[in-house]
Nanobody
Framework: VQLQASGGGLVQAGGSLRLSCAAS????????VGWFRQAPGKEREGVSC????????DFHDSVKGRFTASRDNAKNSIILQMNNLKPDDTAVYYC???????????????????WGQGTQVTVSS
């Protein structure tokens, strides 16, 4: 079972990045999926979550209106499109899966079942 995030990099404030997460050995269509991030010296912070049916997509207040999330069940992958990036978005971004039909609250929930190696996102001012 493996989740592999990619697509991070260095970008100027106001720029965009597209993160991808590929799963192997884990059928993502059976899970709620999403992203969390962790900056140096800070706790994990939920970023987004998509419910198993994709009926609910939720975002942390700090990224609403700037980030979009989607899943591609045919490719067993999920995407995080990040626009208008800010220096405060700098962190390592991780994709995760949770065995539940409901979307996790990015603000309150931290109980992820599976997550992979992250990808570094650095936003310069």
């Amino acid at each position: 079972v493996q989740l592999q995030a990619s697509g991070g990099g260095l970008v100027q404030a106001g720029g965009s990045l597209r993160l991808s997460c590929a799963a192997s050995g884990l059928p993502l269509n059976n899970y709620a999926v999403g992203w969390f991030r962790q900056a140096p010296g800070k706790e994990r912070e939920g970023v987004s979550c998509i419910s198993r049916s994709t009926s609910t997509i939720d975002f942390h207040d700090s990224v609403k209106g700037r980030f979009t999330a989607s899943r591609d069940n045919a490719k067993n992958s999920i995407i995080l499109q990040m626009n208008n990036l800010k220096p405060d978005d700098t962190a390592v971004y991780y994709c995760y899966a949770k065995s539940t039909q409901h979307a996790l609250s990015p603000k309150y929930d931290r109980d992820y079942d599976v997550w992979g190696q992250g990808t570094q996102v650095t936003v310069s001012s």
